[in-house]
């Protein structure tokens, strides 16, 4: 594989299976040595939920639903084509969500696109919630991190439904982090 | 001069690294540059073994005492894993 123009190959010679989103529980151990955390990493297709108690992950509070970033944007698309009677692709709704939230149709602003657009999206973060707690996942007493790209996305949106969640500031980058952690106890245990 | 020509094969297992090498302009300039750099590597290895020695020595004397929790969180400041962590993640891992 080619980075920067530059050659690298790579032979891997282990695996290890790990749960998806796993959050800055281990990059910032010290934050969860005595905590109860839940790590909810949204990501393109599907949503991670993982529940942790003093660093120790709780697999029975591993749950995944298919609520990821794309399906939210067809479900928009599909919104916006059943209203107004146009085919609306998911990457008209790409570049309208980048944006001001309004569908221009022929260059001209649909002035009730951006309720549809915003309640599509409030409607799918209340989804994401719903989901967990249909599946016995507790937000008492614990401290609620989303992760992902897509937690950066609806950030206004989760914290309108749940003001003390914490999207984190590397929410992309946090689960390779927490990786790394864990693959220097590798190393340390050969070491 | 005579010029110094040399034909080189490649075992199976290295058929990445054939093709990586077909794929570069003056093969014979290219190689020619690794190999200068590989013995200049050969030269400093001396001195990284020694480093290397050292290093873990010193890492084997750290671990032989217990670390208190303030003392934790500098070490992991400073990019490492304390013994206690990285046992704690290869038992749940």
């Known amino acids: 594989m080619k980075v920067n123009g530059k050659a690298f190959v790579f032979r891997i010679n282990q695996i290890f299976v790990l749960p998806e989103g796993i959050g800055p529980v281990y990059s910032e151990i010290n934050e969860f040595r005595h905590k109860r955390s839940l790590v909810i990493d949204i990501g393109s297709l599907n949503v991670n939920f993982q529940e942790f108690t003093n660093l120790i992950p709780s697999f029975q509070q591993m749950v995944t639903a298919d609520l990821g970033i794309n399906l939210l944007r067809s479900k928009i698309s599909d919104a916006l084509t059943s209203r107004y009677g146009t085919t609306v692709l998911d990457l008209d709704v790409e570049r309208l969500l980048r944006g001001d939230k309004y569908l221009y149709l022929n260059g001209e602003k649909q002035e009730d696109s951006k309720e549809i657009v915003e309640k599509n999206i409030g409607n799918h973060v209340k989804e994401i919630f719903n989901h967990a707690r249909s599946r016995k996942i507790s937000f008492n007493n614990t401290e609620v991190i989303f992760v992902g790209g897509g937690s950066l996305f609806l950030k206004d949106y989760i914290l309108r439904e749940y003001p003390a969640a914490v999207i984190h500031a590397d929410a992309q980058f946090v689960n390779v982090l927490s990786f790394l952690k864990i693959l220097e106890a590798k190393q340390y245990e050969k070491a | ?93």
């Open chain 2, 1 to 93: 001069m005579k010029r110094l020509r040399m034909s080189i094969s490649f075992k199976k297992q290295y058929s990445h690294v054939y093709e990586y090498l077909q794929r570069q302009g003056n093969k014979s300039e290219y190689i020619a540059k690794l190999v200068e750099r590989d013995m200049q590597n050969y030269r400093e290895t001396g001195e990284q073994e020694i480093r290397k020695i050292v290093l873990e020595v010193l890492q084997n004397y750290v671990h032989m005492f217990p670390v208190s929790m303030s003392n934790a969180t500098a070490t992991q400041n400073n990019g490492g894993i304390l013994k206690e962590d990285a046992d704690l993640i290869n038992q749940l891992f």
